[in-house]
């Protein structure tokens, strides 16, 4: 088999950030294939490709991997241009990269996590919790969800207030004032979306329709552009294409590179040369878990090391972003296991 547009996305649908990648590759009308992941670890289709990375989405172009969600919605621009949906101007491009940071690094996707209900039927599974307190690398319970609840319900409606208040309270469709959904509004919109998704997540008396009728507005116009999209994909046969992990590694291990290497930035701090045996990782969540490789490229907004899929003999060059991401030189211990 092949892959659409050689993409495939291993994530799982209760993930808020691989909605992100979805929502992008419906609403640009790309067709690709999906390899469907448990909720929790271990995920051996990955590590079958020598990932050890265990946040979910991963994305393949070709025998490309790409880890963390910002990266992967910029590759996707720069891969398929014709009706990319970034922003081009420059006060569009500066809110555009705000909201990505205000979402994910200023806290706001945090506090949407910790306003789950803890009647949630997943908070009930003891592995589910244990799983998710190595992923924080701290306690993790239905105690501590309930506990810090009610201050991440004040955040989230201050982040409800914020756009209803500054962005859309001018009447736009859009965040951008674009004709329809951009790159911005995926930015944006995915945390409040999930949890107005979310039975129990928002208590009505302090956030609801009532309160903030322009962001509500704006989720039901987004929902309403997906189903459009999912639907015009449904009736030209270009919906996506499922795949095991077997199929998929396969198609990966048999592709092309989608990118090719070789390249370290002038003045690159830290030093290391193309062929260095180092170690990647996430230095919030998922951080005990260490990508380690051959270097392939490094530059001052990536990364790019190489593993092996040992069953298929293939070398896979799996990239990260800088941002939020440790480079470090593989310790002995390390490079001599591989």
């Not at 306003?115 to 589910?128: A, G, H, R, T, W």
């Not at 207030?161 to 469709?173: K, Q």
Request: net charge neutral; hydrophobic share 40%; with cysteine.
């Amino acid at each position: 088999m092949e892959a659409p547009n050689g993409l495939i996305v291993y994530h799982y649908p209760f993930s808020p950030y691989a909605r992100r990648v979805i929502w992008y590759l419906q609403l640009r009308g790309l067709s690709y294939a999906e390899c469907m992941q448990p909720h929790i670890m271990p995920r051996p289709d990955l590590s079958a490709l020598g990932i050890s990375y265990r946040r979910i989405p991963v994305m393949a172009m070709g025998r490309d991997v790409y880890c963390d969600t910002r990266l992967m919605l910029r590759k996707l621009e720069e891969r398929f241009p014709q009706g990319a949906l970034g922003a081009t101007g420059g006060e569009q491009r500066a809110i555009q990269r705000l909201l990505d940071r205000w979402i994910t690094d200023g806290g706001v996707f945090m506090r949407a996590a910790s306003s789950m209900p803890p009647s949630l039927p997943i908070l009930q599974d003891p592995k589910f919790l244990n799983d998710r307190r190595d992923f924080v690398g701290r306690a993790w319970s239905k105690e501590a969800i309930e506990q810090g609840r009610p201050e991440s319900i004040v955040a989230m409606r201050d982040a409800f207030d914020l756009l209803e208040s500054t962005l859309l309270a001018d009447g736009r469709e859009w965040i951008l004032k674009t004709e329809a959904p951009s790159l911005g509004d995926i930015e944006a919109i995915w945390p409040f979306d999930w949890l107005v998704d979310m039975d129990g997540a928002l208590p009505g008396e302090v956030i609801s329709e009532k309160q903030f009728p322009k962001v509500f507005g704006w989720i039901q116009r987004f929902r309403g552009r997906l189903r459009r999209a999912q639907a015009q994909a449904q009736g030209s046969g270009s919906k996506a294409v499922k795949v095991d992990g077997e199929a998929a590694a396969k198609v990966i291990c048999g592709a092309s590179f989608a990118e090719s290497g070789g390249k370290i930035d002038a003045a690159e701090p830290l030093g290391l040369a193309l062929g260095t045996e180092v170690e990647v990782w996430p230095i919030d969540s998922g951080s005990s878990h260490h990508d380690k490789g051959r270097l392939v490229s490094l530059t001052w907004d990536e990364v790019v090391l190489a593993t092996r899929a040992d069953k298929w003999e293939a070398e896979i060059h799996v990239h990260f972003p800088r941002w939020g991401f440790r480079v470090a030189r593989a310790s002995a211990s390390a490079s001599a296991k591989m």
